[in-house]
């Protein structure tokens, strides 16, 4: 008589945050902003206005974000969010016009003085911004609701557990990554190889994570509008940094670029519109026994 094989016992968290880890290992961005920090933050300041429109994200998309935390997360007006890597605001201010109050947190300074800047023109007074690193920024009173949309530093269980201390519920949202614009794909293939490691390899082991320790969670799907519209001069520029982040030769960045953006060229001007497949990952702290939710 044949005996049963043995039950494999359910993964832990400390499996699924070694899974986590070499998922991050093997995504050449998150190795290079490991290894040299300053450099990127360097980029992110000089950049940042490029990225944003080489992203696509456009006021439409924030409208789509936000409407999906406020019904995910059951937020109502005056309700405080602070929200990690803002950037310029693409988020932020979708959430302060709804009648939140937004602490939008960055380190970049030109990204801090582009959220008041449309702040200010937009008449959002609820929503304020800080230079801070996001690890640096004091927990105080814990928000209502603590925020990461695609920023990919908070992506370690320690990042999700800095995001506990900051709100009594915690969301990230990403994307397809490389995969929601048609040419990026093709930029990542020519010059290493292989597009990095898709986005879901990083969700599906936070969500092990998550599982594992113990938290109770809510997964919301949705499709934010891209749209693309810019001379063709800001695009190279755009990723001639950016390649040359990961040392890539400036020659294979210069072939790379003529083959897969220069075909797509419409007098001048590199369009697209088109939607990015995201993911909203809400969750509540733990609470200690004894403790108070609220």
Known sequence: MRRPAPQRPPDSSADWARRWAEVRRANPAFESQRRRPSRWRRFYDECGSLLEAVRGFSPAAGRTAAAALVRAAGLGPGDRVVDLGSGRGWLAAAL???????????????????????????????????????????????????????????????????????????????????????????????????????????????????????????????????????????????????????????ERIEEALAAELRPRLRRGRLQFAGVCKAVLLLWRRPVPPGRDAR
Request: glycine content about 8%.
């Open 96 to 250: 302060a016009a709804r009648g939140l109050r937004v602490l939008a947190v960055d380190e970049s300074r030109p990204a801090v003085a582009a959220v008041l800047d449309r702040a200010r023109h937009a008449g959002l007074s609820r929503l304020l911004a800080r230079r801070s690193s996001w690890l640096a920024l004091s927990p105080g009173r814990p928000a209502d609701l603590a925020l990461a949309a695609f920023f990919p530093n908070v992506w370690t269980p320690q990042g999700f557990r800095r995001l506990e201390r900051l709100g009594r519920r915690c969301a990230v949202l990403w994307g397809e990554g490389v995969r929601a614009l048609p040419w990026t794909s093709g930029l990542w293939r020519r010059l290493f190889g292989k597009a990095p490691s898709a986005a879901g390899d990083l969700g599906h082991a936070a969500v092990g994570w998550l599982l594992a320790s113990g938290r109770s969670f809510a997964v919301e799907r949705m499709q934010l509008p891209l749209r693309v519209d810019r001379r063709a001069e800001d695009f190279f520029e755009f990723y001639r940094r950016y390649f040359a982040l990961f040392d890539c030769p400036a």
